[in-house]
């Protein structure tokens, strides 16, 4: 179980790398493997992010606390709050890239991203127009408690009428996006790179 995961989170990582998103040993990647309790799989701490391998993971409880304490591997410095955001949204991907439009938007509108009028915001459950949506920002902290915390005071949750906004920015680190599985976490990054991208570009 944990190697499967540990194989899907080494296929996304290598892909983000080759868009530039995870250079170095930036970034994180975790899939919930169980909900009650809540444990995750995450990727280890501090290794080349473009080269991670099926072994390279590392299971996590609901504080982000190495759940086996037999594996000698470092879970990431982040899985705290890669565990409160699974627990909050319900998602069972979550994804942590350091992409450098993510960086500027966050820098440049602190207050949150707006968004309108783009097609491509119907990739993450929105509408294309009649509609703003706004990617949060909050500040950052190297403690995963405080960064629990400022996530719970800007997320959106889905209303009866409008979906949640799945994804947020650090600002001055990079980006989070998350969503029901593997597959829609990284639609819902590769989107909000997207339209981070383009509004940085026209602003
Ligand atoms: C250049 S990596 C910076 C790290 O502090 C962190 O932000 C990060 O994304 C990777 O940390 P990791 O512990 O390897 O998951
Ligand atoms: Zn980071």
Same mark, same amino acid.
């Given at each position: 179980m944990l190697h499967a995961a540990g194989a899907a989170l080494a296929d996304e990582a290598r892909r983000f790398s080759g868009f530039g998103w995870m250079r170095g040993t930036s970034? &994180? +990647? #975790?899939? $919930? $493997?169980?909900?009650? =309790?809540? +444990?995750l799989a995450v990727t280890a701490s501090g290794l080349d992010k473009s080269e991670l391998t099926p072994a390279d993971v590392v299971l996590v409880d609901a504080h982000g606390a190495a759940a086996d304490s #037999? *594996? =000698?591997?470092?879970p990431s410095a982040e899985s705290g709050l890669h565990a409160h955001i699974a627990a909050r949204t319900g998602a069972n991907a979550v994804y942590h890239v350091h992409a450098m439009d993510a960086v500027i938007a966050g820098h440049r509108w602190p207050g949150g991203v707006e968004l309108r009028d783009l097609e491509m915001l119907k990739g993450i459950g929105h509408l294309a127009h009649d509609e703003t $949506? !706004?990617? =949060? $920002?909050?500040? &950052?902290?190297?403690?995963?408690a405080v960064e629990a915390g400022r996530f719970d005071e800007v997320y959106l949750p889905a209303t009866a009428e409008v979906p949640e906004v799945p994804a947020m920015i650090v600002a001055g680190h990079g980006m989070y996006a998350w969503g %029901? *599985? @593997? +597959?829609? /976490?990284?639609?819902?990054l590769e989107i909000v790179e997207?339209? +981070? @991208?383009? %509004? !940085?570009?026209? /602003?």
């Open positions: 970034g &994180n +990647l #975790s899939l $919930v $493997v169980d909900r009650d =309790p809540l +444990l #037999s *594996d =000698p591997r470092r $949506v !706004v990617i =949060p $920002v909050i500040q &950052n902290h190297q403690e995963m %029901t *599985d @593997r +597959l829609q /976490a990284r639609h819902h997207w339209l +981070l @991208r383009f %509004t !940085v570009a026209t /602003a």
